[in-house]
């Protein structure tokens, strides 16, 4: 079945840092992909999302591009800030177009 | 615009017992999914509802149960609560009958089950 894999964390950084977090993932056809993040007692905010190969989707500074030929959908940002902490989620909706599946999480440190 | 909201935000029950839990979705939404997402864990999908009828499910028991009322909004019923079924509850909608089907998530309601 389809699956999303991400790195595991945590992951810490100072301020001003450059960050990937790496997202792979198993599926038929060509699923869409997505980002979301989750700050510390709170639900999941979409961060980004890209439909089809070769897409790049931006936000806030961070990017991520839809590379169908090592089936990945790395997350990167330049310069992280301390308010960038928080846990991140890769995501894939399903064959069926109905469920998003998701990695198990990144937790981001960022300190000043 | 309102965006996802969730009740109650936090509950405690005991084993055995029957839980609901409500949502309400995005303005203009007219699909509600919902997602268990344990401590530590990525959210897992329970079932989506569209047009009052559960739309798909995820690897879930019968235990756990929903409904879609006719202005979108939906609840989620667990019977037989274990202790497992502790964790955070998420409630996502889309809109489907326009093809826009970027789910965006409630802030959750956090199930402690004891």
């Known amino acids: 079945g389809d699956s999303v894999t991400q790195m595991e964390g945590p992951v810490t950084l100072s301020e001003e840092a450059f960050l990937t977090i790496n997202c792979t993932y198993t599926a038929t056809g060509y699923p869409s992909l997505f980002w979301y993040v989750q700050y510390p007692g709170e639900g999941l905010q979409l961060l980004l999302k890209a439909t089809k190969a070769d897409d790049k989707g931006s936000n806030k500074g961070f990017e991520a591009t839809y590379r169908k030929e090592t089936t990945s959908f790395h997350l990167e940002k330049g310069s992280v800030q301390v308010s960038d902490s928080a846990v991140y989620f890769c995501?894939?909706?399903?064959?069926?177009?109905?469920?998003?599946?998701f990695g198990k999480g990144t937790t981001l440190s960022v300190s000043s | 615009d309102a965006g996802v909201t969730q009740s109650p935000t936090h509950l405690i029950k005991t084993r055995g017992q029957q839980v609901t839990l409500r949502c309400s979705p995005k303005?203009?939404?007219?699909?509600v999914s919902w997602y268990q997402q344990a401590l530590g864990q990525g959210p897992q999908f329970i079932f989506q509802y569209y047009e009052e009828e559960e739309r798909q499910r995820g690897n879930f028991p019968d235990r756990f149960s929903g409904h879609q009322f006719p202005n979108y909004s939906s609840e989620l019923n667990v019977n037989a609560l274990l202790l497992g079924d502790s964790a955070l509850y998420l409630c996502a909608s889309s809109l489907v009958a326009r093809g826009q089907e970027t789910q965006y998530f409630g802030p959750g309601t956090r199930l402690l089950v004891l």
């Open positions: 995501a894939l909706r399903d064959q069926a177009g109905t469920a998003l599946i």
């Open positions: 303005s203009g939404h007219d699909t």
